[in-house]
């Protein structure tokens, strides 16, 4: 990353009156959770539409089961890093913020943002696959087989996963945000998955400055005003000049 990129990007952040910021997994992966793609994602050597689809479920759900029970337990034994708390910092500083997170785990919650938009939902919470009873229940290890306890059918992690509609609310604010952004900060997301990386393509159209923090080059390095590379502990405290 040139000198020069960063400062101009913190010139353009430093300058501007409304901050979106679009995060993915790489934020999280300082503070020990996996990211999903790469050699040591979640998705390697597993199928994708077993453990994340409605049709994965149905067919098995104990299995989908254990692998959210794995990540949830890990959930509750790591803390937010310097990443979240940058954004959690950037948000005091700036008049209109928001966050939208493709992140399930809460962590920027924990480091103090307020602005939030959980786009993929949130493994905190549990919801029925029969009735409409839901439950947020961070910290406490769930059976194997979770049950509802007004109707007895299955449980599901309270997430959105392929083929299924994003939250209506949240991705009608999630818009809303990108199109009053005149920032728009991308960070730690490979940015394939929709309707999310279309917002990054969308913020231009308003008029924002883009700019990407991620270890590597993604989908959108070249379509955006600033790529900068490195782990996003390590840059955005760079980027809002954190001492
Ligand atoms: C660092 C770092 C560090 C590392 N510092 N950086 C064909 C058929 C059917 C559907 C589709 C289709 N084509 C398109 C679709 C739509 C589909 C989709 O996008 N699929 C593509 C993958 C092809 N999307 C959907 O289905 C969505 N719904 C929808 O569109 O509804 C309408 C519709 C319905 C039916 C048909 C068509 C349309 C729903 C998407 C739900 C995604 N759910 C998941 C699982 C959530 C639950 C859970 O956590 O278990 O969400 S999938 C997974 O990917 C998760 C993430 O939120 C999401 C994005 O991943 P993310 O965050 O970008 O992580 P990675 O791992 O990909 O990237 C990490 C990045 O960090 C990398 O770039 C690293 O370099 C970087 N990094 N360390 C900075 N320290
Ligand atoms: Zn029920």
């Given amino acids: 990353m040139s000198t020069d990129n960063l400062d101009q990007a913190r010139s353009a952040l430093r300058e ?18 996996p990211t999903f793609r790469g050699p040591d994602g979640y998705w390697q050597g597993v199928s994708v539409m ?9 067919r098995n759900p104990n299995r989908v089961w ?13 803390r937010p890093n310097p990443a979240h708390h940058a954004l959690a910092e950037l948000e005091r500083r700036v008049p209109t913020f ?4 493709q992140n399930v785990d809460r962590l920027h919650q924990k480091a103090g943002s307020k602005q939030i938009v959980e786009l ?27 049950r509802c306890p007004e109707c007895s059918a299955w449980l599901r992690p309270g997430v959105v996963w392929f083929g299924e509609m994003l939250p209506f609310e949240a991705i009608s604010k999630a818009d809303q945000w990108t199109r009053r952004a005149e920032v728009f900060l991308v960070v730690g997301t490979s940015a394939v998955v929709t309707p999310a990386a279309n917002l990054i393509y969308q913020a231009p159209d308003n008029g924002a400055t883009v700019i990407e923090v991620n270890l590597d080059a993604t989908e959108v390095s070249t379509a955006v005003d600033f790529s900068l590379r490195g782990k996003a502990g390590e840059i955005l405290p760079q980027l809002l000049a954190i001492e």
């Avoid at 939902?121 to 087989?145: F, K, S, W």
């Fill in 50 to 58: 077993d453990l994340a689809s409605p049709q994965g479920f149905l």
């Fill in 98 to 101: 928001g966050l939208i997170t």
């Fill in 120 to 146: 993929h939902g949130t493994i905190c919470m549990v919801r029925c696959t029969a009735c409409h009873y839901e439950q947020d229940c961070p910290n406490v290890e769930l059976p194997p087989e979770p």
């Fill in 16 to 33: 501007a009156n409304a901050v979106t910021v679009l995060t993915g997994a790489g934020v999280s992966a300082e503070s020990g959770l």
């Fill in 66 to 78: 254990e692998w959210y029970n794995l990540r949830r337990n890990a959930l509750w034994q790591v």
